[in-house]
């Protein structure tokens, strides 16, 4: 039993004086962080997975509330794909066209929001910063739903692109 106990505390010896060495010789120990706020080791430069995520809410018609992790670049109505929130069918054509600067508008030629199912009504951050409705889209909006179900805010969550001013917005659906 002595030998064993004895064994023991030189194991945790020897790893004691490892780790002395390692920070005597001021070499550098890697960490992995799981938490947004565990930055102590991470430089600016450094990229993580937070860079491009953002929060969205989703409430339903019951008042239901549910959190969800956001990609940047993808659509609403993916991010709720991901998530198993029905939002109804959706069927994107092509994009019209691509703003690609405050001058230029490349038109695309393709066919837009092709159904009017995957309507939902936004608010909070980020609201402002979505691309203006297309033709398409408020066509889709007209075609499916009465004037009294539609809102200044009512928009096709397969025509909405996530971007980093909407971390925090909540979603109608």
């Known amino acids: 039993m002595f030998r064993l106990l004895s064994s023991r505390i030189g194991n945790q010896h020897q790893i004691f004086k ?6 005597r010789n001021k070499l550098p120990v890697r960490t992995l962080s799981t ?4 930055t102590s080791l991470a430089t600016p430069s450094t990229p993580s997975i937070y860079d491009v ?3 969205l809410t ?3 018609p019951s008042g239901a509330r549910r959190i969800v992790p956001a990609r940047i670049g993808e659509t609403v109505y993916q991010t709720a794909t991901h998530h198993q929130i029905d939002l109804g069918p959706s069927m994107v054509g ?4 691509a703003v690609r600067s405050d001058t230029w508008t490349e038109p695309l030629y393709g066919e837009g ?3 009017g199912y995957d309507m939902v009504v936004l608010g909070g951050n980020g609201v402002d910063t979505t691309l203006p409705m297309d033709a398409s889209e408020k066509k889709q909006l007209r075609d499916y739903w009465d ?3 539609l809102y200044p805010e009512s928009r096709l969550a397969s025509q909405i692109v996530v971007n980093k001013e ?3 917005m909540v979603v109608y659906v």
Not at 35 to 38: A, E, I, K, L, M
Not at 94 to 97: D, F, L
């Open 166 to 168: 909407m971390d925090g």
């Open 58 to 60: 989703f409430i339903d």
């Open 147 to 149: 004037a009294d179900d």
């Open 35 to 38: 938490s947004p706020s565990d």
């Open 113 to 115: 929001a092709t159904s």
């Open 94 to 97: 092509a994009p019209v066209e």
């Open 53 to 55: 995520l953002v929060k």
């Open 18 to 23: 490892a780790s002395a060495a390692l920070t």
